[in-house]
């Protein structure tokens, strides 16, 4: 059922992405610059924006030029998989934090912050957790010690969570879930308080995909956070996970929803973008991808409240595009040698000519 569904997103994607025009006037900026220091990261400096990426513990480990260009490229990072409940807690009584623990070595030796991903969410859980029939009580009391333990060990290293992860369903209501269906949607409110709790300071998400034009979607997770707040949960912002692939967010609405939140008085992060091309590649093809990267980077740098642009991965060598969405690939600004294409080129021009500046004051970088 899943596959039929990726196939039928990614049959309309490849005809939306088809269909688009190419601006004859538009240009990327010239090869040379893009050699040039700074990197992202010092073009961002200025518009108080983090630039982030999803990093994988293996080539972080092995692959020497990885690490420069994320440490060159970017001021923020997250896990793409370490901290999952699956890989942090495989086992009841049994946590793994090495390969988090490195990635976050990585990140404070070169001043970068860091997003947590993620506490709470329906995939990637341990056998445990997935096959245990468990009363209500004994989950709540697994979902308390899981916040508690990851949350505390990291207390004032990880600057944000994105304490829970797609709890909303693409049909109705919130999705079904192991957690939902012990706990009730309770569960959502049960995690903020818990990760609170563990660290006051830290900064909590609710993350989603399908959530970024206006659809019934977004305002279903409109109407979730404005209720959380309501009720004094503490949420700090919303992340929007930016998957171009199931579908491209018209800039209006893209613009116009970032608004709504932010008049919630709520962050938002766009968290896990990418921006995959029906394959095969080629160099019209390149010049639609750097178009819609542009789009996105120009309306987060238009909305204040919009702090961060993360990218699932940078290099095009380790990205979850082929494997997930099969016809598609090459969806992140670098490529697979780690070279910089186009969309690389339009994000470090937009970062150069936003006329946004950081918030007068502002004393802590990763708040
Ligand atoms: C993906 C990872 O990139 C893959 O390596 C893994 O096999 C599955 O998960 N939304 C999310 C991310 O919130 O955690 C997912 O990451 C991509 C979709």
């Given at each position: 059922?899943?596959?039929?569904?990726?196939?039928?997103?990614?049959?309309?994607?490849?005809?939306?992405?088809?269909?688009?025009d190419?601006?004859p006037?538009f240009?990327?900026?010239?090869?040379?610059?893009?050699?040039?220091a700074?990197?992202?990261?010092?073009?961002?400096?200025?518009?108080?924006?983090?630039?982030?990426?999803?990093v994988a513990?293996?080539?972080?480990?092995?692959?020497?030029?990885?690490?420069?260009?994320?440490?060159?490229?970017?001021?923020?990072?997250?896990?793409?998989?370490?901290?999952?409940?699956?890989?942090?807690?495989?086992?009841?009584?049994?946590?793994?934090?090495?390969?988090?623990?490195?990635i976050?070595?990585?990140?404070?030796?070169?001043?970068?912050?860091?997003?947590?991903?993620?506490l709470?969410?329906?995939?990637q859980?341990?056998?445990?957790?997935?096959?245990?029939?468990?009363?209500?009580?004994?989950?709540?009391?697994?979902l308390?010690?899981?916040?508690?333990?990851?949350?505390?060990?990291?207390?004032?290293?990880?600057h944000?969570w994105?304490?829970?992860?797609?709890?909303?369903?693409?049909?109705?209501g919130?999705?079904?879930?192991?957690?939902?269906r012990?706990?009730g949607s309770?569960?959502?409110e049960?995690?903020?308080?818990?990760?609170?709790e563990a660290?006051?300071?830290?900064?909590?998400?609710?993350n989603d995909?399908?959530?970024?034009?206006?659809?019934?979607?977004?305002?279903r997770?409109?109407?979730?956070?404005?209720?959380?707040?309501?009720?004094?949960?503490?949420?700090?912002g919303?992340?929007?996970q930016?998957?171009?692939?199931?579908?491209?967010p018209?800039?209006?609405?893209?613009?116009?929803?970032?608004?709504?939140?932010?008049?919630?008085?709520?962050?938002i992060?766009?968290?896990?973008?990418?921006?995959?091309?029906?394959?095969?590649?080629?160099?019209?093809k390149?010049?639609?991808?750097?178009i819609?990267?542009?789009?996105?980077?120009?309306s987060?740098?238009?909305?204040?409240?919009?702090?961060?642009?993360?990218t699932?991965?940078?290099?095009?060598?380790?990205?979850?595009?082929?494997?997930?969405?099969?016809?598609?690939?090459?969806?992140?600004?670098f490529?697979?040698s780690l070279?910089?294409?186009p969309?690389?080129?339009?994000?470090?021009?937009?970062l150069?000519?936003?006329?946004?500046?950081?918030?007068?004051?502002?004393t802590?970088?990763?708040?």
């Amino acid at each position: 059922m899943e596959r039929i569904l990726i196939a039928i997103t990614v049959f309309f994607y490849t005809c939306a992405f088809d269909r688009m025009d190419v601006d004859p006037n538009f240009q990327v900026m010239a090869v040379e610059d893009q050699a040039v220091a700074p990197g992202l990261r010092g073009l961002a400096a200025r518009s108080g924006l983090l630039v982030g990426a999803a990093v994988a513990a293996e080539p972080l480990r092995g692959d020497e030029e990885y690490r420069t260009v994320l440490a060159r490229e970017y001021n923020a990072l997250v896990p793409e998989n370490a901290l999952k409940f699956g890989n942090v807690h495989p086992e009841p009584e049994r946590y793994d934090f090495n390969d988090f623990d490195e990635i976050l070595a990585f990140a404070e030796s070169n001043d970068m912050c860091v997003r947590g991903h993620t506490l709470v969410w329906h995939r990637q859980l341990p056998s445990w957790v997935e096959q245990r029939p468990s009363t209500r009580e004994e989950l709540t009391e697994v979902l308390r010690a899981h916040v508690h333990t990851v949350v505390g060990r990291y207390r004032g290293r990880v600057h944000y969570w994105d304490v829970v992860n797609e709890a909303i369903s693409d049909f109705w209501g919130f999705r079904s879930t192991v957690w939902s269906r012990a706990i009730g949607s309770e569960y959502i409110e049960m995690a903020f308080r818990f990760a609170h709790e563990a660290d006051p300071d830290a900064l909590l998400f609710y993350n989603d995909y399908g959530v970024e034009g206006l659809g019934r979607k977004s305002t279903r997770m409109y109407e979730l956070v404005s209720n959380l707040l309501e009720r004094d949960v503490p949420i700090h912002g919303v992340g929007l996970q930016v998957h171009v692939n199931q579908g491209i967010p018209r800039t209006d609405e893209l613009e116009s929803n970032l608004r709504r939140l932010e008049g919630l008085g709520l962050q938002i992060h766009l968290t896990e973008v990418d921006v995959g091309i029906p394959q095969p590649t080629t160099e019209p093809k390149l010049l639609k991808q750097a178009i819609l990267y542009q789009k996105l980077m120009d309306s987060c740098l238009a909305i204040r409240s919009c702090t961060a642009f993360v990218t699932w991965g940078f290099t095009d060598a380790h990205s979850w595009v082929p494997s997930y969405f099969p016809g598609l690939d090459a969806a992140l600004p670098f490529d697979s040698s780690l070279q910089p294409k186009p969309s690389y080129g339009v994000l470090r021009r937009s970062l150069k000519e936003s006329s946004r500046t950081a918030p007068r004051g502002l004393t802590r970088r990763c708040s």
